[in-house]
């Protein structure tokens, strides 16, 4: 079963963020609330939550929260840390589904009125797409539910263990380009193991993922990925990657002994 979750109407959430941003993490936290005036729910698809569980959602992460330093000042590691514990925590409790989860207005109510606080905490003074759902590759807290929905495998021992493999600014260029690569959570899984797999040591990091995103990019109109059973597509993803060391490395002017060896070393042989 999943549930129905309010919405907050982009006409009613602006106004909040333009008079939110101006307030302190304490005065936020007395403006945070489980329900609002406006809020409304579509007419099908679940039950309509209870507040006792949007209570019980609230006090989740505000731990979490706390955990990091809420309400005080917070570090970039302390962050990221709260980040994947937030999206695991969320998607396992809210038992949202992902047509449900679409909709940016279930976004802007969390952010807005049951998480207020927790949300400029996380980021004082935002853009709005941080907090009114317009962009759910950016929101505080939907692009979190999202990212584990990508990565959640529920027949592993931990069903959300792929969150730690990569970073936040990785993930995020494999979600916005959702349209090819990041709307499928078989192709994201997929490219994470590969990814997971490859030892990359001598190789820049951030240059050889976004040469590889390119080039499944590149692929994508022409290749069905969805479509390869896991071992194809498990070996399409490799001989795309070993273009892209090959490729990173006669960049960098490394001759062909050292292109071989370090390639060797990064699929193990």
Partial sequence: MSFL????????????????????VTELADLADTGHVSAVYVATGGDRVPETKLEELRALVISLAEEAGF???????????????????????????????ASGDIWAFMALVLLPD???????????????????????????????????????????????????????????RRRALGGSPYLVKAILKVWD????????????????????????PFVLFESLAPTALDGELRAVAKETMTAVLEASEAGSHEIRHKIDVAFGR
Avoid: C, N
């Avoid at 709260?82 to 396992?92: N, P």
């Avoid at 929101?139 to 021992?157: T, Y």
């Fill in 118 to 176: 927790v949300s400029y905490w996380r980021y004082p003074r935002p853009p709005g797409d941080r907090v009114l759902g317009t962009d759910l590759t950016r929101h505080v807290v939907g692009r979190m539910w999202w990212r584990a929905q990508l990565i959640h495998s529920p027949d592993e021992p931990d069903p959300y263990a792929a969150m730690s493999i990569l970073g936040e600014d990785a993930f995020d260029r494999i979600y916005s």
């Fill in 5 to 24: 979750y309010p919405r907050l109407l982009s006409g009613q959430a602006a106004p909040l963020h333009e008079r939110y941003r101006h307030l302190t």
């Fill in 197 to 220: 797999s490859l030892d990359l040591q001598g190789l820049p990091y951030r240059e050889t993922l976004e040469d590889f995103l390119k080039r499944l990019l590149r692929l994508a």
């Fill in 71 to 101: 309400p005080g000042e917070s570090d970039r590691e302390r962050r990221a840390l709260f980040d994947r514990r937030l999206a695991t925590a969320v998607h396992a409790s809210m038992e949202l589904a992902p047509a449900e989860a």
